[in-house]
């Protein structure tokens, strides 16, 4: 549950929402070795939704090499970080009610250029430069 939470509030981080698997798995190592308070605030937020499931509710789509939030996870998160007058769980039936009753329609985010593809390429650059130094230092 918590790996989900965090998943969520990484993506969430993001200007576009979508990060690729190395940013996530970066981040995500971060914030489980940076202590307690981590641990502590993801605990308390995913009390708050505890039937939270990111992939079936559709609060997190699959793209090209990583991973983006939708409007429906946006929201589900901003409850789940809302404080609420009374104790109440948050129900993502709820949140569906309410994205749907929205009258303006979120405009679809652009397409993030293939970054893991840039960075495979990037590395590649870099690795042939070093065999060339190499070579040309024998």
């Given at each position: 549950?918590?790996?989900?939470?965090?998943?969520?509030?990484?993506?969430?981080?993001?200007?576009?929402?979508?990060?690729v698997?190395?940013?996530?798995?970066?981040d995500?190592?971060?914030l489980?070795?940076?202590?307690?308070?981590?641990?502590?605030?993801?605990?308390?937020?995913?009390?708050?939704?505890?039937?939270?499931?990111?992939?079936?509710?559709?609060?997190?789509?699959?793209?090209?090499?990583?991973?983006?939030?939708?409007?429906?996870?946006?929201?589900?998160?901003?409850?789940?970080?809302?404080?609420?007058?009374?104790?109440?769980?948050?129900?993502?039936?709820?949140?569906?009610?309410?994205?749907?009753?929205?009258?303006?329609?979120?405009?679809?985010?652009?397409?993030?250029?293939?970054?893991?593809?840039?960075?495979?390429?990037?590395?590649?650059?870099?690795?042939?430069?070093?065999?060339?130094?190499?070579?040309?230092?024998?």
């Amino acid at each position: 549950m918590n790996f989900q939470v965090t998943v969520l509030k990484i993506l969430a981080a993001y200007p576009d929402g979508f990060a690729v698997m190395e940013d996530l798995k970066r981040d995500m190592a971060i914030l489980a070795t940076s202590g307690s308070d981590w641990a502590d605030r993801t605990r308390r937020l995913a009390a708050k939704a505890p039937d939270l499931n990111i992939w079936s509710q559709g609060l997190v789509e699959r793209l090209s090499g990583g991973w983006k939030i939708t409007a429906k996870g946006r929201a589900v998160l901003d409850l789940m970080e809302a404080r609420p007058a009374s104790s109440e769980a948050v129900q993502v039936s709820a949140v569906e009610d309410s994205i749907a009753a929205s009258t303006s329609p979120v405009p679809p985010l652009r397409q993030p250029a293939d970054r893991a593809k840039r960075r495979r390429e990037r590395r590649e650059r870099l690795r042939e430069a070093r065999e060339r130094a190499r070579a040309n230092a024998s």
